[in-house]
């Protein structure tokens, strides 16, 4: 697969994913037995949750608007985090490239992410397509979706951005990359 098709491939991945609320796997909800449950589930798993809640409730889930469901899901406490995302973009990617990355969302958070084994610290002028950022002290991790001159657009899931969002950031903005740019193992 060309450059432009893998990045259109995994933009195919990604609008899976945008939208769906930021959910932090803590208290109540860290022992539940579903991942999209506790902010780990692929796209598919959170749909598939989604619509289980919906039809218990009696709601067609189908003739609601985006910001409706984004206010279900909320409500009932589906989601993404940060390094669940991270996680099922870097496999996805892998496939792409045909290689394997296997790792647990369930078990994996930001910081380790961008830690060894998982992965290694690269210089910002060599970042690319499915490397991390590190920010928050490694309580949070961007996915880089393209480079392109010195504009990185990434995605990622939080609290502040009301969920899964692309943005974009000019390299000019070094406090963005403060605490590090990350290459998973598995992508070298």
């Known amino acids: 697969m060309a450059g432009i098709e893998l990045i259109t491939a995994l933009r195919a991945e990604i609008n899976h994913y945008l939208g ?20 780990k589930g692929s796209a598919k798993e959170i749909a598939l949750l989604t619509v289980e ?5 009696g709601i067609k889930i ?5 910001q409706q469901i984004y206010n279900f899901q909320k409500k009932h406490h589906i989601g993404i985090d940060c390094s669940g995302l991270a996680c099922h973009l870097i496999a996805f990617y892998s496939e792409l490239l045909g290689k394997q ?22 210089s910002l002028e060599n970042i690319t397509t499915g490397d991390l950022v590190r920010q928050k002290k490694g309580h949070h991790v961007v996915f880089v979706v393209e480079k392109v001159l010195d504009v990185v657009t990434y995605v990622d899931s939080s609290r502040d951005g009301r969920g899964v969002k692309y943005g974009q950031i000019s390299f000019a903005v070094p406090s963005f990359f403060q605490e590090g740019v990350y290459r998973p193992n598995c992508l070298e």
């Open 53 to 57: 809640y919906a039809n218990k409730e």
């Open 62 to 66: 189908l003739s609601l608007t985006p």
């Open 101 to 122: 990355c296997l790792l647990n969302p369930r078990r994996t958070s930001a910081d380790m992410l961008t830690s060894a084994p998982i992965s290694h610290s690269i």
């Open 20 to 39: 769906i609320p930021y959910f932090q796997n803590t208290g109540k909800f860290k022992n539940l037995g579903e991942n999209a449950a506790v902010g």
